[in-house]
Each structure stands twice: as C-alpha cells, then as structure tokens.
C-alpha cells in the first residue's frame, strides 16, 4: 500500500482522484485545501488529516517522515497556476507527484520541474485519460495504420457550460488557470498531437473570455478547434434534450464519438502510473506550448480555414454592466 498526500481536496476533480487511490488499493494519509468542504473524505479516507493551511500540512509532512512512514506520492489538484509549486513541494518530500491537467501554464516550467526531477530523484507524472480512452486508442491505431502521408480534415467542438460562479472563481482569471483554451482544452490537443504527430501550425481565430477557436496543422491533420462555456453556443436540438455539454469530433467529415467511458479512466491512469507506465513530464510539454502560444497570440478573426462556430454572436462578460 502507496501513502498519497493530496492538495486540492476540495476541488472538482479531487473524488476523481481519491476514488482512484482507494481502488488501487493505497491510502491517502495527508490532505490540504484552504476550503474546508471537503466532507467527501469521508467516502474515501476519514482517517485522513486535512489541514487548511500549507504550512501546518507541510509539518505534518516532515514529521510523517521523521516516523518513518513519509508520503510516496503527492497528488495535485490545486489551482492551474499553483501546479508547479506544489510539484516542486512533492519533489522535495523525496515522493514521485501526480498532476492534474494543465500540467503547468509556460513550457519554461517543465523544464524547470525536469531539473527538479533530477536533483532529488522522483518522478512527475500528468494525467492525460484521453490517452486511455478505449475509443481514442482506436482512433489512433486506424490512423497509424493508413497511409503516412495523408492528411487528415478535422473538426474538434467542446462546449461545456459554466455560470456565472466560473468569473468569480480563480477558473475565471486568465493568470492564474490560463484561459479557457487552458482549462478546458488542453487534454485536447495531447490527443489530437498523440494521434496526428508533431505541430507544425498554431493559428487563433477567436479568444474571448467564454470561448476560443482556431486551427492546429499537426504532420497528419489539419485541424479546426472551438471551444466554449456558453451554454448559448450548445446546438438547439442538443439543448432540447436537457443537456449542458456538446462534444464532437469529426474525422474527414466522418463523425468519431468518445463522449461516454470517462468514468475510470482515472482509476486507470493511477494502476498505470503504479506499473511504472504513467505519462512522464516531457510528455506533457507539446500541449503546454500549445496552450501557451494560444494564450499569448492576436486573435486574427474569421481568415482562413476557420471553424464555423466562430460566427455565433459573442456575449458580454456576466461582470461587464456596460
């Protein structure tokens, strides 16, 4: 049995890792949040310590070590632009560290973490459960299997409604979670990068504060991207049928769905990670530097091989009364 440490416990995505960690059969022994809602450890691991403050989570930590039974691994779920820190924090506890994606925001930080890695011999693992998703692996095996040359036409489109509550929220702050290519996209462009090769050309049609769109070339794909949290740009028939999340690929005009099966895969990503087979640290860096040159580019309007989403009318800020 691995003894995890988790920061971010109150956050979205963390029952996804603590479901996780209790069906690989390990234990989480440390949790740290500054929010105190977090009654879900309760489902997991009641015997846990939380802490609300870093330096008193911190302490336990070392002490955890001096009783020689130290953490083996810290998970991360914190905020986007706090990744690397807490990283950094596990690296130096001597524990191997499993991120939630966006690794980090700047390519220049995982460098900075591979040094890390070196200097006290511990690994950092991101999750990417695109990767194991049983149809995307498909995907890729039928693209790897046609001809090298061909050039594939795709359309990526994911809108997954927020309100009013993502402003207010650190989501909803370009520094610290990256936008909203960032914080919703990124897990998207290591699949399409994983099964279409390298990147050779990144363009930005739109970026706005509830959506963005774009065209990636990759060696075998050009690729039209949106991406939203408008549940206005949601088609009508699909919003006719109570839901709040559109999610469409299309390969060469052929329809590809992966909307369903997410349910394990990050139980699957932690079984991988345990088997020595996890998604290394370099591993995550073409998405960042996607993610990265998305955020810092002049968005060039609707020129080019633009996707057709883009020319949905834009919404005002829920802050902005003008």
């Known amino acids: ?129 695109l990767r194991l998703h049983p149809a995307i692996i498909e995907l890729r095996e039928k693209i790897s299997k046609g001809p090298t040359d061909k050039i594939y036409d795709v359309d990526l489109t994911y809108i997954t409604s927020r309100g009013n509550w993502y402003y207010t929220s650190w989501k909803g702050d370009v520094d610290k979670s990256g936008g909203i290519a960032t914080n919703i996209g990124v897990h998207f462009y290591d699949m399409l990068s994983w099964i279409f090769g390298s990147l050779k050309k990144n363009i930005v049609h739109l970026h706005e504060h509830d959506r963005a769109a774009g065209f990636l070339e990759f060696t075998n794909a050009r690729v039209r991207w949106y991406l ?6 949601i088609p009508e028939d699909v919003r006719n049928t109570g839901k709040r999340t559109f999610r469409s690929l299309s390969v060469d005009g052929e329809s590809f769905e992966f909307s369903d099966g997410f349910t394990e895969l990050h139980t699957q990503s932690y079984q991988q990670i345990l088997d020595g087979n996890g998604f290394p640290l370099m591993e995550a860096k073409t998405a960042i530097e996607i993610v990265h040159d998305i955020r810092t580019q002049t968005p060039i309007g609707a020129n080019g091989d633009y996707h057709p989403f883009i020319k949905l009318p834009s919404s005002k800020h829920p802050f902005n009364q003008n």
């Open 228 to 233: 939203s949290i408008n549940y206005d740009n």
């Open 1 to 129: 049995m691995k003894r995890f440490a988790l920061i971010g416990a109150a956050g979205f995505i963390a029952p996804r890792h603590m479901k996780a960690i209790k069906d690989t059969g390990n234990t989480i022994t440390a949790a740290l949040d500054k929010f105190d809602s977090v009654g879900i450890l309760d489902s997991y691991f009641p015997e846990a310590d939380f802490f609300t403050e870093f330096e008193r989570f911190d302490r336990h930590v070392e002490k955890l070590k001096q009783k020689d039974a130290p953490i083996d691994f810290l998970s991360v779920c914190s905020p986007n632009y706090l990744h690397d820190a807490h990283i950094r924090f596990g690296l130096r506890n001597h524990a191997d560290v499993i991120c939630e994606k966006p690794l980090v925001l700047n390519p220049w930080n995982i460098d900075s973490l591979a040094n890390a890695e070196k200097e006290f011999g511990k690994k950092v693992y991101n999750i990417f459960q």
